[in-house]
C-alpha cells in the first residue's frame, strides 16, 4: 500500500479514537506531543490534519497529516509510522493499542509530576516558605515553585504505593530502621526545601531541584538522583536569544522580569562547571539561535566557567554570537535583585 493510498484510506478521526483521543467542539484538544494545560491543537477532518499553536510543541509550525502524528505519537521513524498508519488504515483490522507497563521514564514523570503539585501547594500554606521566596526576591505566584515539608508520607496521606515510588526514585530514604510504630522509618529528600520541577523535551517534570530554606549556614541545594531535565525547560525552536545562568535560582529570577521574558529565552547550568551534554544537545537544537549570553556570577569560578565555555561553543557554533554580562565583583543574578530595583537586570 502506497502512502497517498494509506492517507485516503486512513482518516484523522480513526487515529485519533486509536489513541482514546477525542476534541472539543471547537475541534480543540490538549496537546498529546507536550505538556498543554489549555487547548492548543486543532483538528481539521476536513483536511485530516492537525496543528499545535503552542510554541512548546515539537511539531509547532508544522501541519501534521496522519502519519506525523503516529510518528510523534509513538516516538518512532517516518517508516515505523508509516508501517502502523499501513496497519490502522486495514478495513478488516480493528487495532486496538497494546496493554503496556508504564516505561520507566513514564512511572518516573507521574510520580514527580504528582510530587510537584503537592509541593506547590505546599507554598500556600508555609509562612517560611514564602519568607525565604521574598528574602530572594521571588514571587510564589509568578514562578512555578513548590515546598517540603517532609510531611507527604505521614497521617492521612500515607499512601503504600505512593511511599514506594518514592523510595525508588530518591524522594524518601529507607533508613532500614523501624520507628515506634513498628513501621519502617523514613527520611525524606529535600526536607524543609523550595522546590523546583526540571523539565524533558516534551515538557515533562522528570527532574527536582530542592534548595534549603534554613539558615545560612545549613544553604544547601540538592538535586533528585539520577538527575535529568532542564530548568525551565527545553528552549523552544525559535528561541534567537539564550541567556546562560549559573543556577535555578537566577534563572527564576530573570523570568519573573517580563521585559527580559519577553525578549529571550534563560538556561540554567548547573554551578559553573554544569554545562551538561544535555544543555548542549538542547542548544544544538536551536537552529534560528543568533547570541548565547553568559550572565554568571561576578566571582573567580564565574569568570572561569565564561573563559571555558565561551570559546567551546563559539567553536561548535562559529556564526553565532558570545557574550557575556559584567556582573559586578562577589554578585550574581538574584543578589542584583536584592541589592537594587529590578532596572538594574
Known amino acids: 500500500m502506497e502512502i497517498t493510498e494509506i492517507k485516503s484510506k486512513l482518516t ?25 494545560k489549555t487547548p492548543s491543537f486543532q ?6 490534519t492537525a496543528y499545535c499553536f503552542s510554541t512548546s510543541c515539537p511539531t509547532h509550525g508544522k501541519s501534521i497529516d496522519v502519519i506525523d502524528f503516529i510518528m510523534y505519537k509513538e516516538k518512532c521513524t517516518k517508516h515505523e509510522a508509516i508501517l502502523k498508519a499501513k496497519e ?16 520507566p521514564e513514564a512511572s ?21 516558605a514564602k519568607e525565604y521566596l521574598e528574602s530572594r526576591g521571588l514571587d510564589y505566584q509568578k514562578t512555578e515553585v513548590g515546598y517540603n515539608s517532609g510531611q507527604f508520607h ?4 500515607k499512601d503504600e504505593e505512593l511511599i514506594k515510588s518514592c523510595v525508588e526514585y530518591g524522594l524518601l530514604l529507607d533508613l532500614g530502621v523501624k520507628a515506634r510504630t513498628g513501621n519502617p522509618s523514613y527520611k ?29 549556614k545549613e544553604a544547601r541545594h540538592f538535586y533528585l538522583r539520577n538527575r535529568q531535565g532542564l530548568y525551565p525547560c527545553y528552549p523552544g525552536a525559535g528561541t534567537k536569544k539564550l541567556i546562560l545562568v549559573e543556577s535555578i535560582i537566577d534563572a527564576a529570577t530573570l523570568l519573573e522580569q517580563e ?24 542548544i544544538r537544537e536551536l537552529k534560528e539561535l543568533e547570541e548565547i ?14 573563559e571555558k565555555y565561551a570559546p567551546m561553543l563559539k567553536a561548535e557554533y562559529e556564526k553565532v554570537k558570545i557574550s557575556k554580562v559584567e556582573v559586578p565583583e562577589n554578585e550574581d543574578v538574584n543578589s542584583l535583585l536584592q541589592g537594587h530595583s529590578s532596572e538594574i537586570l
Open 12 to 36: 484523522l478521526s480513526q487515529v485519533l479514537q486509536y489513541y482514546h483521543l477525542k476534541p472539543d467542539k471547537n475541534m480543540r484538544m490538549c496537546c498529546p506531543f507536550h505538556s498543554d
Open 154 to 157: 505521614h497521617g492521612k496521606r
Open 43 to 48: 483538528v481539521y477532518y476536513k483536511t485530516h
Open 188 to 216: 525524606p529528600f529535600g526536607k524543609w526545601c523550595i522546590c523546583f520541577g526540571l523539565k524533558n523535551r516534551s515538557h515533562e517534570i522528570v527532574g527536582l531541584y530542592f534548595r534549603s530554606t534554613l539558615g545560612k
Open 88 to 103: 490502522l488504515a486495514d478495513p478488516g483490522a480493528v487495532p486496538k493499542p497494546k496493554t503496556k507497563q508504564p516505561k
Open 108 to 128: 518516573r514523570v507521574q510520580l514527580l509530576t504528582k510530587m510537584f503539585t503537592y509541593f506547590k501547594n505546599g507554598v500556600h500554606n508555609s509562612k517560611p
Open 259 to 282: 521585559e527580559i521574558k519577553s525578549k529571550y529565552k534563560v538556561l540554567a547550568l548547573y554551578g559553573t562547571n554544569g554545562l551538561t551534554e544535555e544543555h548542549q544537545q538542547a
Open 293 to 306: 549570553i553568559f550572565f554568571l556570577n561576578g566571582d573567580e569560578a564565574g569568570k572561569k566557567a565564561v
